[in-house]
């Protein structure tokens, strides 16, 4: 993990730095999606989640992401750069532009990789899990799955075996309320997550996934109590996706008439950190401040994106190599 420096700007205003370049990130990458190779799924409107979560994280910690990764690994410190280069599949890409969106690994910075499957990543978090109580270390592990993810017997499986070998892992279930076009009223059993985190006999907690200090405080707890060998938390983020399922693809008509517009105007995680950074009692140039941080994430991505779309293809020669990692 790469924390920000620390010094004396506040956690909010660090959350609002990976918020700002998440979001500027994102936007770029629908800008572009028409040219960049393969499926992106944007993390617009989630931010939040990913912030807020990685903020209560450190060096040592691993998090698994999903196929809505860009967040995470942002949050996590991967390089804007590599993450670019990636998405374009060149060879100075984080994972020598063989990944892609999907499957954005950085283990020097936690980040264990998106994943194309659905729930896929939250047993290999456990996996790390494991590794750390087994090194006897009091590192943790994050597994962030979406709503639909949730419902994967690996996840349920993940539940069970984190209970009973009492695991250093957070479960952080992000419930944007649809899984592709499914709305999770069709999809998901029961009414939330932390009710079924109770019948697995561990510990559950609902967070308003736009506030990025609400996350924080939620993950803070669950954090600790898996560092200190309490066991596993659930902790379900609701959340919104102002996009639809994956850029070019969707044209969200199961989504009630205006519902998108709406959740931007009303559940804008960026907006509402915002407000909290600019209000009573904030100093008077916040504001500006903020502004100049937006300023800076968009001119970094898009330097990035410049660089990224010139071709640097993996040569032919490197069809053979990473195809198995020692660990
Ligand atoms: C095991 C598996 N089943 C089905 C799919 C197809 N699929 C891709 S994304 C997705 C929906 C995931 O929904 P959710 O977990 O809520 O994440 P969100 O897209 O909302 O972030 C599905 C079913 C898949 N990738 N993997
Ligand atoms: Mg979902």
């Known amino acids: 993990m790469d924390r920000p420096p620390a010094g004396a700007e506040g956690p909010a205003l660090r959350m609002y730095r990976v918020m700002a370049m998440i979001r500027a990130f994102e936007e770029r990458v629908g800008e572009l999606a028409k040219e960049i190779p393969g499926a992106v799924h944007l993390y617009i409107g989630q931010e939040a989640v990913a912030a807020g979560v990685c903020s209560v994280l450190r060096d ?3 998090l698994a992401s999903t196929h ?33 969106s999907m499957h954005i690994a950085d283990l020097g910075h936690g980040m264990l990789g998106a994943n194309g499957l659905a729930g896929g990543g939250v047993p290999l978090a456990c996996g790390a899990a494991l590794t750390a109580r087994q090194r006897g270390t009091d590192d943790v592990a994050v597994a962030f799955t979406g709503d639909g993810g949730a419902n994967q017997g690996a996840v349920l499986e993940s539940l069970v075996l984190a209970r009973m070998l009492d695991l250093p892992v957070v479960f952080v279930v992000e419930n944007n309320g649809y899984a592709q076009a499914t709305s999770a ?3 998901f059993s029961g009414t939330d997550m932390s009710a079924r985190a ?4 561990i510990p559950g907690a609902v967070v308003d996934g736009a506030d990025a200090l609400a996350v924080r405080d939620a993950a803070s707890e669950a954090v600790d109590r898996a560092r ?36 931007r105007a009303e559940a804008d995680p960026l907006a509402l950190l915002r407000r909290r ?34 071709p640097a293809e993996p040569l032919l020669t490197a069809l053979t190599t990473d195809v198995y990692a020692a660990h």
Not at 198 to 201: N, R
Request: charged share 25%; hydrophobic share 35%; glycine share 16%.
């Open 198 to 201: 109770a019948g697995f006999g």
């Open 228 to 263: 200190s060998g309490r066991g596993p938390t659930l902790v379900e983020c609701r959340a919104q996706r102002f996009h639809g399922h994956m850029e070019g693809w969707d044209n969200q008509a199961y989504r009630p008439a205006g519902e998108a517009e709406r959740l």
């Open 60 to 62: 040592g910690d691993h």
């Open 185 to 187: 009223a069709r999809h």
């Open 277 to 310: 950074l600019t209000g009573a009692g904030q100093p008077a140039d916040a504001g500006a401040e903020l502004d100049r941080v937006e300023k800076e994430s968009a001119a970094r991505v898009q330097a990035a994106f410049d660089r990224a779309a010139q």
């Open 68 to 100: 809505r990764g860009h967040g995470h690994a942002i949050a996590a410190g991967c390089e804007v750069e590599a993450m670019a280069a990636e998405l374009y599949g060149r060879s100075d890409g984080v994972c020598n532009g063989k990944g892609g």
